[in-house]
Structures are given as C-alpha cells and as structure tokens.
C-alpha cells in the first residue's frame, strides 16, 4: 500500500488559546509516530489567527525529540522569508541531531499578507527577478560549497560543517514548481487541498521533467490532500463542517480560530454559500475509512504519486487523532498492524 504522511498546520480552534494548538500538534506526531505515518510536516504561517505555529523549524526538533521512527520536516519552509544561510544552519543542526529522519520543503509564498511579508523581510537585501529561484540557487550553493573561486561566501563555515542538508523538497500548487523540482532534481510536493490547478498536469510536468542530481536519483511527488475520517460518513460529515465554514469564512478574509461543527450547524447558509462548499468538498476526502483508502489510492494511482500526505482540520483533537488511526489501519500501515 502507498506510504501516509501528515501535514500539520497546528490550527487554533475555538474556545482554546494558540498556545495549546502547539501542543496539541505534539500530541498528534507522537500519536502518528506509533500509527506508522512516513512523515510529519509542519508549514510556515504568519499573522494568521488560525495557525498558531510561524516557525517549522523550532517545531521539528521538538517533534524530532519526541518520536521514534517517522520523517519530521517542513511542508514548507517559506524560503522568501528567510535568508539562505539561516535555513542550511538550522536545518544541518536537524539533520545532526536526528540522522536520517529531517525533511526540508520549500515554498515560494510569504504564508501570510503583504504588511507582515515586508515586516519579516525588511532587514533583507531586495533582490530583483525570481526571487525565489534566486534564493534556492544560493541554498543549494551553501550546501555544495560551490560558490565561484574569489567569490566572498566560499569563505564561510557552513556549520555543522560535516553534514549536509536533508532531502529537499519543493512544495507548489501549480505547475512551475513541479516543473522546477524535476529540472533540479529534487523532491515535490503538490497542495491538492487547496490548488486550483490541475493536479495531474502537475505530476505529469514533474515525472517528464525529471533530471537525476545528487539529491536525488529518481523522482518523489508527494500527493497532500485534505482527508476527514469517522466511524460514520455521519460524523465524518459533521466533522468536516467545521472546516466548510472556516472556508467560507476565508473566502470573505476572515481568518480566525477554527470553528465547531455546533457553531458550523447553527449557521445559515444561502444557497450561493451551499454551491461553494459542495465544489469546494469536490477536492476534500470525506468518510469512512474503507471509503476514502479506496478514493485516496485510486487517485494517487491515477497521478503516479509516491506517498500520500493527509491534513486533516477538525476541531476536536480526539476525534482528529481517531480520524488519523482510522486511516492507519484502512491503509494497514505496518506499525499501525503492530499496534
């Protein structure tokens, strides 16, 4: 059966302060850890009510610290955040303090709005072009140490100066990164659970673009989706209303906590409002688990994916990590089998 994996927002819901959506995301690795999950992804927000973690990385070695066996990375690292050095540092340290177990996305957006972007990078050189490409070519250059002779960076100690950098992995939700990722030779990962584009034109870019490097001799796309499993396609409906009016709500730039499905149910929807949660369900994964293994493969067959990464925004955490095992064992994950 295809590899799961997890991507975590560490979302705030109501009635409970940010500070406990960092804990609760603690909870969910070590619980995902022993469930047989491949990897574990925390993302890069800022200035988002709804999200309470701005900082992957801290993340990481937290969770890294705390679980046994699966991947710990970032999905992503908003590299135009963030000065090239910083990330190959901190991401080098991770990779020395837990061998073999670090991922590195990379994303092209700020994760937030255009006042917080300029407040994170207003200490930063402006660069012209493709600002993004630019500063991944520099990252790569700070890993390979292949800066030209005489240039001023060659004389900087990368430390920890016998490590190198973990698999990096570069996240899109259009063609242009799966395009990028093939000619670079790295990693890719497709944001189905809110691209408007097309998904097998994606993968399809990245499979025929492909070019083996040293970081990696054959391709990896990663299919990340949102997925909400129950006992019930009941519940599983009622649980992911709370994520069908946070939606809505986003759609009219409300960006709060998470909502209940007690306060999704007390809403009146209109009509209009009903249409845009049904298309907006068309690309979520909702059910039971025996239902949704058997969409989710069919799907990930269909686009030749490698590894399946499930979000799942639910607002009560017990329910969220039964959501979680329930899907371990439709997948028959082999420490879930264990277990």
């Known amino acids: 059966m295809i590899p799961l994996s997890v991507l975590d927002l560490s979302f705030v819901t109501t009635g409970r302060p940010p ?61 135009p955040n963030h000065a090239p050095l910083a990330v190959a540092e901190r991401f080098r340290m991770l990779e020395a303090l837990f061998p073999g177990r670090i991922d590195l996305g990379l994303g092209r957006a700020p994760g937030t709005d255009g006042i917080t972007a300029v407040a994170l990078r207003r200490h930063q050189e402006p660069r012209g072009g493709d600002e993004f490409l630019e500063r991944l070519q520099e990252l790569i250059l700070w890993d390979t140490g292949g800066f030209p002779d005489g240039h001023p960076f060659g004389r900087v100690a990368v430390m920890p100066t016998d490590i190198r950098l973990p698999p990096i992995f570069l996240l899109g939700s259009s063609g242009y990164s799966a395009r990028l990722a093939a000619e670079l030779g790295l990693g890719f990962a497709f944001a189905h659970h809110f691209a408007q584009h097309d998904a097998a034109d994606a993968f399809a870019a990245y499979r025929a673009g492909f070019r083996p490097s040293v970081w990696r ?13 129950a006992e019930t396609e009941a519940e599983a409906e009622r649980l992911a209303s709370s994520q069908d009016l946070s939606w809505l709500r986003r759609e009219r730039g409300e960006y709060g906590p998470l909502p209940s499905p007690a306060e999704a149910a007390a809403v009146s929807y209109t009509d209009g409002e009903r249409e845009r949660v049904r298309r907006n369900r068309a690309r979520m994964f909702v059910g039971r688990p025996d239902a949704l293994r058997d969409r989710l493969a069919e799907f990930a067959t269909a686009l030749a994916a490698d590894e399946i990464m499930v979000t799942s925004a639910i607002h009560d955490q017990e ?11 439709a997948f028959r994950l082999p420490t879930a089998l264990a277990a």
């Not at 329910?319 to 064992?329: G, H, I, M, T, V």
């Open 217 to 229: 001799d054959r391709p990896h796309a990663i299919l990340a989706v949102s997925a909400v499993a």
């Open 319 to 329: 329910a969220r990590r039964r959501s979680y095992a329930l899907l371990a064992d």
């Open 19 to 79: 500070s406990a959506a960092l804990r609760d995301t603690l909870a969910l690795a070590i619980h995902c850890d022993r469930l047989g999950f491949a990897r574990f992804w925390l993302a890069e927000h800022h200035s988002l009510p709804s999200v309470a973690s701005p900082a992957p990385e801290i993340m990481i070695g937290q969770i890294g610290a705390a679980t046994k066996r699966m991947r710990v990375g970032s999905g992503g690292i908003m590299l």
